[in-house]
């Protein structure tokens, strides 16, 4: 709201430096994710101290953005200090995604399905804040008072998790029949960082087992990320009535959260053969052409062919659903084809690429958005 274009002034119209917003924030979110997800890669051993530690400097981050909006600043200055949190925030973020990726590996595949899930769940806040009547500086401050919470009770369920773990392996040995077959060691906890017998394979002996899910991972990601939020924001309903527009909006961003959660949810009941899921995700490259023919404004080259509000509703649906299901099957089926010991280093190997895809198809959306 600080970077408005345009304000008036005594019926004079004073042109503000366009900052092209979205633009700059996805680029830096999602290239601030990949280089982070590299490191990752190059050093694979996935320790406790990285989601512990990469969760607190996100709340802390947070906190310190929630505490900003009540901070009056020159746009220049806002602008600078937003893009700089975005880019913390989400290099933090990229070490908890890779470690939790990592470790989800190494479970059977319903898990990476359910976990997948769960980041397209978390999207859905943002409606009730997209929606809400009051002034935009408090639906702000809740905005970010709320991933405070998350966070902040996600740290708290994560160190109470090895305890619990503890606490049923005690109970496991009260029954065990054998005691002799026990083994005790002088750890109080269960580690969740265990090592598989033998030794691991490389990085690039893992990467050539599982490059064609990595493909997939990545073109998903850059078809969606190209024009969706970037060219997707500035479609304008062609209806009359203020409250049509305020209501068409307001759930454009939620639309595309469920339908894309819905995808991912589906993978757990249906899910394609591996050998033509590619050919699938390749046939994603339409959606870009069909949204930037959607009545975008402002626009100076490409015509309108999909003017009415219902076209450009049906393309979402299917353009969220399929980079959902897409996205789900990807990260499922790329642990599967390695042996179980390499399953976190091909957690961490396709978040790298689901970093790079976010971040190829971030950069697209500039020219993308430029030819319209």
Known sequence: RRLETNESSNGTEVVRKEYYFNNWMTLLSQLSSWLTVLQLCVFQDIGAIRIAGSLVFILLLFILTAVLVKVPMEEDCFFSVTMATIWFINSFGAVLQGSLFGLVGMLPQKYSSIFMSGQGLAGHSLHRHANSKTDHETAALGYFITPCVGTLLTLFSYLVLPRLVSQLSSQHNCITHNPSDLTYTNSPHISLYADEPGSKASVIEVFKKIWVMAFCVTFVFTVTLSVFPAIT?????????????????????????????????????????????????????????????????SRNYLPVLFEHDAAFSVIMVFFSLSSGYFVCLSMSYAPQLVEPKDAETAGALMT???????????ALSFPLRKLI
């Not at 939620?254 to 949810?265: A, K, S, V, Y």
């Not at 790298?352 to 971030?362: D, E, K, R």
């Open 352 to 362: 790298f690429f689901l970093a790079l895809g976010l971040s190829i198809g971030a």
């Open 233 to 297: 924001v500035d479609v304008k309903t062609t209806s009359e009535g203020e409250n049509w527009e305020l209501f068409y909006f307001g759930v454009l961003l939620p639309h595309f959260n469920i339908n894309d959660w819905l995808g991912r949810t589906i993978t757990t009941k249906i899910r394609w053969v591996v050998r033509l899921f590619p050919v699938l995700v390749i046939s994603r490259v339409g959606f870009i052409p069909l949204l930037m023919f959607c009545n975008v404004q």
